[in-house]
C-alpha cells in the first residue's frame, strides 16, 4: 500500500483540492453534536468529532427515498436521478467505514441494490483516526482499523497526517495536489507505532466476541431479555443511528387525484411492533423482549452465521442515543456474566 | 303577528354559531347571536400547569387566531415574572403576528366574505368563473401562513415560541425565499384592492358606533403596546385609554343563556373590535399605500357601516405585507443574531398581556405561583367583545330592513356575521365572573 | 456480477433492478373460495411470458400499483408456461386492492424469489404432501411438478384437508386426482353442511391410517395453520422421518423478497432467500421459526 | 364537532392543492368553507373534526355516521379527545368549572365531558394531529380516493427526529420530550427547532408509558408534572382504532 505524509497545516488546502472529486462533506459541529454536512467553510469541520449523530449510511441508504415511481398502465420505471452526484466524505472514522463495509454484502449478493450501489461508487471516503470515548468499544469489534473501503486514511502522528492511499482514486486525489504530500520516514513509522499503541491503551469498553454467538444460543431465554425489553420504549432511536441497521419499509404513495405516484422506502426498526406483524394480526415478536432480544441476537448472531462477522462495530451511538440507557457493552458483558471484559 | 327568522348554523365562520331575530310585525322583538360551541373550559384545566406549557395549551383555544395567543400568552407571562425578551425576539413576534393577520384576513376576504358579496356559496364555486381571483387569495393566505411557518416553525399553533424568546431563529436561505415571496405579495395585494374596490356595496346597517383598539407605540401594528383605547360613539378620536392590567374596566361581561359566549360592554354600550377599530384609532400610522387603499376603497372613516371591516381587513393586508417585507429586509441586511431565549426566574404574580388578534383585541392575563405554575387564568377574546355588537348590528340592520323578504333579511343578517369575521371557539373561552 | 450468457432474459431483467415490477395482465379470476381467489396473470412481455422460469415453492412480489407489494407463492407448476397462478387470500391492503382488479387489469411482479423445495432431492423417491386448509396454495405448485413430471418421482401422495368442502382450495381440480392410478389423493373435510361430500370426513391426521409411507425414502412437504404442524409434525416423527426430510413453506412480512429489508428474518435466516422452504431441522434450530 | 378548528384551517391551507382537491371531490358538506350545504345526503367519505362536548355534538355525530360509509376523525381532538379532555377533562370538576367561567347559568349549559370520537361512533381512520399534518391530509384523501386505506407511521416521533438528525433534547438536555411515546408524522417539528415534543399527535401504537415515567422520574422530575403533561393531548393509553 502506499503511504505517504501531509503536513498537517495545509490540511485546508488539500481539502479545496479535493473539491474537484466531488461535493465536500464533513463532520461539523451542531449544538455539541457533530452531523457530517456539506462544508461551505472548512473552518467549521470538526475533525476532533466523537461520533456524529447520524452515521454515514444517510448518504448511501437514506432515511426516505423514492424507489420507482408508477403510473398507471405504464406500470413502474426507476427513478435514479441524482445518484450519480459525486460527493466525497472527509473525516471518517474507522467504524463507520467498517460499517460501509458492512452494508456492502448486505447490499450486493445475487441482488445487487442498484440505488445504494450507485451513490457507493460516486462516493470518495476519505478516513481519518479518532481518539476513543467513554462509549467506543470499536476495538473490541475489530473496527478499529479498517484495511478497505476507503480511498484515503489519515493517522494524526503530530505535524503531519500519516496517509494510506487505498485506491486509484484516492492516488489520483494525491497527485491532484502536486507535491503536497511528501514521503514518510522512519521516524514517521515509528511515530505512528507508539500513537498506535497509546491508541489501543486508550480503550474503556471491552468485550470479548468470540463464542458471542454461542453464548446467544446459550442464553436465549436469559431473564435479561424480559428486563430489557420492559425498559426499551420502542422509539427506534438505537437503529436509526446504527452504521449497521438497514431494515427499511416500502410503500406506494400516491398523487392526489391521480393513480400515479412514487414507491418509497424509509427506515424501518426491528423494535417496532409492525416489524413482524404479518396479516390476521399474527405477530413473531409480539412482545418488546423478543423484540430487543432480536436486535441484539441479530448483530452478534446472525450476521456472524450471514457475513462471517459481528454486525455492530462499536461505535457506541445506540448506547448515547437510547433514552432509557439500554447499553450494548453492558448486555453483552452480562450475557457472559463478566464486567468488562478485555478482547484482544 | 311574530315571527322567528333563524339562520341555524353559520357557515362559513370558524365554529358552531347561529342567529335568530324574532320580529313582532316590522318591530324587532329580540336578536340573538347563539353560540353552541362546547365549552371547552381551557384555563380551567390550565390550573396547576408550568409556565412553560402555557402557550401551547393555550393556543389551541383557537387556530385562526392561534399565533396571537401564543404571543398574548408569552407577553402575560413574560409581564408575570419581568422577562425581558431582546428586540430581536420582539421584531420577529411582530412579524410572525402579521403572517397570522395577512393569513387570517386573506382567507376571510377571499374564502369567506367575497363570495356573499358576489353571490357564491364559497370560494370554490367563486373560483369557477373567477378564477384569477381565487388563486390570489390563496396565494396572499399562503404567504402570511409561510411567514407563520418560517418564524412560528407551522402555519396553526406555531411551536417555536417559549417564554423569553424562540426555540430556533429562521435561517437566511428561509428569509431570502421569504423575501421573494412577499414581492410577489405586494403585486397582489395591489391586485386585491382592485378587486375589492369593484365589489358591489354593502350598505344596509347605520348606526354610529364605539371602538375599542390596542394603541401602538411605535408603528401600526397588533403585537406591541399595552394601553388600549375607546373612541366614543361616532368618532375617530378624542377617546379615553388605560393600561392593560386594567382591562376589566373594558368589561363588564355578563353570561347570557342563549349563549356559551359572554357578552361584553363598556359603560354599557356594545362596542366594536378588530380591523375597523384599528384602523379608525389609528389611520395616521398606515402607510401612504395603505392610505390609497382607503381611499380607492372608499372606506370613510369613522364609519357607521360594520360591514367596512371587511374593507379595514383589505387596508391592513396591505399594510402588512408592506411591513414584513421591510422586516424580513432588516432581518437579512441586519443578520440574525445567535441568541438563546431570555432567562426565566418564575415568581408569583399576576402578568397581563394585550394584543391586536386578526379579529380585535386578545387579552390574556395569569396569576402563577412561586414555582410558575398557573393559579388562575382569564383569556377575553375579540369575539366575545364583539358579541354584543354584532346582536346590536343585527337589530339595526333588521329594523333598516323592515321592508325585506325575509330570505333577503337573512342573508343581510349573515353578511354582517361574517364581517366581523368571527371567531367562535374563541368566543367561548372568557374569563372568571367576579364573585 | 453480468448475467451469464446462457440465465434467461427474463432474469437479467430483474437483477438489473431488483426492486423493478414488470407488469402483467390478469387473465382469470377465479373465486375458489369466499376471499380465496385464484388469479391467472400473463407478463404483457410475451417473450418473457414464455421464458420466465420458477421452481416449485418459488414465490413472487405481485404489485398493486398505489395499493403496494406482497409476496405471493406462485401456484401455478413451473412445468406450465406462459402464464403465473396466485392463490391469494384477501387479508389487507396489497390483497383488497387485488381483488378490487378484473381480467385484463395490470398488476407488477418480479420473481421468482426463494429457495423453492428442494426438488433434486426428492428426484426418484417418494413424495408426500400434507396440507391443511389454506395451506394448498404453496403445495400446489409442487404437486402440479411431480405430477407432470410423473416419471421422475416414485410415489405421489396427498393429503389436503379443509373444514368443509366449501373451504377447500382447488376443489374440481384435486377431486379428480382422487381416481388417478400413479398418485394417491386423500380430500378430507372436518364437517360436510351440505351432506355432498364424497370424500373423507375426518381429521387431516387421520388420512395417515389410509397409505403405507416408507418414511426412509419419502420427503414430505407440510403447509397449514399452526395446528396442522402441530398434529402432523408429530405424526411424521412418530412414524420415523428424519427433520431434514420433513419440509415446510413459512410465511414472513416481506418488503423486498431479495435481502434487503430485513422483515422476514427468522433466527439468523432470511425467508426470503434461505426460505421460504426449511426442513424441519432449520425449525427447530432457528429461534422464533414456528 | 368542538375544538379549534385548525384541520379544517390546515385543509384550507393546503392551497397549492385546493383547486385539486375540490376537483377531486365532490364536496357536500363543509361549514366552515361553504354555505351551499347539503346536510342530509349519503357521503362516502366523513371527516369529522373537535371533541364530543355536548349533547348536540353527540347528535350530529351519529347523524353523520348513519350518512357517511366511512368515517374518518381528523385531529387529535377528535381521535383522542384533545385539550378539551386534558387530565381526563377533570371530568369530577366539570360543574364547578362551568360555573367557575360562565357563572350560575353555566349550569344549564349543553356541555358533557369531553369524549373522543370512537367513544361514541365506529371510527374507519384516524389522521391525527393538532392539528393535522398537510401532507398526511393529502395523502389520505389520496389514498382513500383510490380506495386504499391512508398509510401513516405508527412508530414515534424519535424515529423520524433521528433521521433529521436533530440533537436530543431528552437526553442532552434532560426536558420532558414526549417523542418517545407520540406518534410520527409531523417529521419532528418541535425537536427541529430546539423545542421538546408536547405530545400534540397523540400517542404511538406501542408506546411503553411505564418505562418513559421511570425514566423521567430518574431525571428527578416530579411524576405528577409528567403525568400531566403526557395527557395535554390524550389519555396516555388508548384504544387504537
Ligand atoms: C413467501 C410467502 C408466500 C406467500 N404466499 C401467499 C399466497 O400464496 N397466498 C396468499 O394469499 N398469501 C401468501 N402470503 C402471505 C401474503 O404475502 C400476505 O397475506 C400479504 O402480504 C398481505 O398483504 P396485504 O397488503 O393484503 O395485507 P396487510 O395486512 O395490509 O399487509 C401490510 C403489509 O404487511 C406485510 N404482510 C402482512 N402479512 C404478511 C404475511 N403473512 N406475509 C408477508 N408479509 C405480510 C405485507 O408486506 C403488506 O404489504 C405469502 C407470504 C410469504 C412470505
Ligand atoms: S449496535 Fe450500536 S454500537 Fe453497534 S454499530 Fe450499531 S449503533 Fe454502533
Ligand atoms: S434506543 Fe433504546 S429505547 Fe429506543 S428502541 Fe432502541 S433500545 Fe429501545
Ligand atoms: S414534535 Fe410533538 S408536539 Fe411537535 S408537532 Fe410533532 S407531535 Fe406535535
Known sequence: MKILK?????????????????????????????????????????????????????????????????????????????????????????????????????????????????????????????????????????????????????????????????TALGDDMVLATGPLFEPVSHQDVEEYKRRSARKREAFRLHVEIRDLPEIFEMEYSSDIWQGLGERCLSCGSCSMVCPTCYCYEVADEVQLGSREGPRARTWDSCLFATHALVAGGENFRKTRPSRVKFRFYHKQRGFVAEYGRPGCVGCGRCIVACPVKIDVVEVLNQLRSVQNVASR | MSTTITVEHLARIEGHAGITVELEGKAVRSVRFEVFEGARLLEGLLRGRSYQDVSQIISRICAICSAAHSLTSLKATEDAFGVEASPQTHLLRDLLYRGESIESHALHLFCLAVPDYLNYPSVVALAADHPDAAKLGLRLKKLGNTIQEVVGGRAVHPVNCIVGGFGALPAEDQLIALRRDLQQGMADCQTAIEILATLPPADFC??????????????????????????????????????????????????????????????????????????????????????????????????????????AQAVELVFDVEYALATVERLLNEGLKPERPAPVRPRAGTGTGVTEAPRGLLVHSYTYDDAGRIVSADVITPTAMNAASIEHHFRCAAEQAAADSHQALKKKLEMIARAYDPCVSCSVHLLRVKS | MLPAADVPTYQALFTANPYLPQMARIVRVYKMVKDNHLFTMRFTDSELAQTFQCKPGQFAMVSVPGAGEAPISISSSPSRRGVLEFCVRRV???????????????????????????????LGQDLLLVAGGLGMAPLRSLLWYALDNREKFNKVILMYGAKTPADMLFREELVSLVDRVDATCLLTVDADPTGTWKGHIALLPAMFDHVQIDPANTHAAVCGPPVVYKFVLKRLLQLGFSKDRILMSLERRMKCGVGKCGHCSVGYKYTCLHGPIFTYWDAINLPEMV | MTGCAGDQLVMLNCEDQLLDVVAALDIRDFLMASSGNDEECPLDVALVEGAVLTRRDEEKLNRVRERAKLLVAVGTCAVWGGVAAMDGGRDGDRARLLAETYGPTGAAYDSTPARALHEVVKVDFNISGCPIEKEQFISALSHLLNGNAPLFPQYPVCTECKMRENNCLLIEKGEVCCGPLTVAGCNARCPALNIACVGCRGPADDANTTSALAMFGEKGIPRDDIVRKLRTFAPMEGPGV
Open chain 1, 6 to 166: 501531509l503536513p498537517k497545516n495545509k490540511l485546508d488546502f488539500f481539502a479545496s483540492v479535493v473539491q474537484q472529486f466531488g461535493e465536500v462533506h464533513a463532520p461539523v459541529e451542531q449544538n455539541g453534536q457533530f452531523a457530517f454536512q456539506p462544508v461551505r467553510r472548512w473552518s467549521e469541520v470538526r475533525l476532533d468529532y466523537n461520533r456524529t449523530i447520524l452515521p454515514p449510511k444517510k448518504y448511501f441508504l437514506p432515511p426516505r427515498e423514492t424507489l420507482l415511481q408508477y403510473a398507471g398502465d405504464a406500470g413502474y420505471v426507476p427513478v435514479m436521478e441524482g445518484l450519480d452526484k459525486k460527493i466525497v466524505l472527509f473525516g471518517v472514522h474507522a467504524c463507520d467505514v467498517y460499517g460501509l463495509n458492512l452494508l456492502d454484502l448486505v447490499f450486493a449478493g445475487a441482488y445487487r441494490d442498484p440505488y445504494y450501489q450507485a451513490r457507493r461508487r460516486n462516493a470518495a471516503i476519505i478516513g481519518i483516526e479518532c481518539t476513543p470515548d467513554e462509549h467506543c468499544f470499536c476495538r473490541s469489534m475489530r473496527a478499529d482499523f479498517v484495511e478497505q473501503g476507503f480511498d484515503l486514511f489519515l493517522f494524526d502522528i503530530g505535524d503531519y497526517y500519516f496517509t494510506l492511499v487505498g
Open chain 3, 92 to 122: 389487507g391492503r396489497v390483497t383488497d386492492a387485488l381483488y378490487r382488479l378484473r381480467t385484463n387489469d395490470l398488476v407488477g411482479i418480479r420473481g421468482p424469489y426463494g429457495n423453492g423445495f428442494p426438488v433434486e432431492r426428492i
Open chain 2, 206 to 311: 347605520h348606526t354610529p358606533t364605539v371602538f375599542a383598539a390596542l394603541q401602538p407605540p411605535a408603528d401600526y401594528g397588533y403585537y406591541h403596546g399595552n394601553r388600549i383605547e375607546m373612541l366614543p360613539e361616532g368618532k375617530a378620536n378624542g377617546g379615553v385609554t388605560f393600561a392593560a392590567a386594567d382591562y376589566r374596566s373594558l368589561t363588564n361581561e355578563k353570561a347570557v343563556p342563549h349563549s356559551h359566549a359572554k357578552h361584553s360592554l363598556f359603560q354599557g354600550r356594545p362596542f366594536m373590535v378588530g380591523s375597523l377599530a384599528r384602523v379608525t384609532a389609528n389611520r395616521e400610522k398606515l402607510s401612504d399605500r395603505a392610505k390609497k387603499a382607503i381611499e380607492k376603497l372608499a372606506l370613510t372613516l369613522p364609519s357607521d357601516n360594520p360591514m367596512d371591516n371587511n374593507k
